[in-house]
């Protein structure tokens, strides 16, 4: 059973001006997003508790979020060419998805759950959550997720 948390707004900020690295705070929580330095996995520390972010394969577009008892949420990239992922978490199923193909901002729903994560604005990286949440497990992983497809995107445009 998931447990909705709504409405709510949650804020994530960079750690730095040159990190991946970000802090989603919010609603009595507290999580750090980090990315490692090479691929596209890392951690989420969320009210002091440890979880990985591992990509499954190298060409496949599916990640879990872990911690010592196991998985805890899956996702999985619908396709290459989009910015849409399926996630699974405690028998729910939520879709990620960009909300427009001109625009940075992201959408989660199914469920009970309609979130938007928006960037404040066109040149930052500061982020606005808004709207029901799923549980924060999941909120965690679809903001990192997020995150990377930004990352990847700007990656894709300096080179």
């Known amino acids: 059973m998931s447990v909705i948390i709504s409405p709510m707004i949650m804020t994530c900020k960079p750690k730095s001006i040159f990190s991946s690295d970000s802090l989603l705070e919010g609603g009595g929580h507290r999580a750090e997003l980090m990315f490692n330095w090479f691929g596209e996995q890392g951690s989420v520390s969320l009210d002091g508790k440890y979880y990985r972010v591992n990509k499954l394969g190298l060409f496949q ?5 872990t911690d010592q008892s196991g998985v805890r949420v899956s996702a999985e990239k619908l ?50 959550l808004s709207g029901s949440f799923p549980d924060i497990e999941t909120t965690c992983l679809a903001m990192w997720l997020t995150l990377l497809m930004w990352r990847r995107s700007s990656n894709n445009s300096s080179s």
């Open 79 to 128: 396709s290459p060419f989009s910015r849409a992922f399926i996630i699974q978490s405690s028998g729910e199923t939520y879709r990620l998805e960009a909300q427009s193909i001109f625009s940075r901002a992201m959408s989660l729903h199914g469920g009970r759950a309609n979130l938007t994560i928006a960037p404040n604005h066109m040149l930052t990286r500061k982020t606005t």
């Open 61 to 65: 577009g599916r990640w879990t979020l």
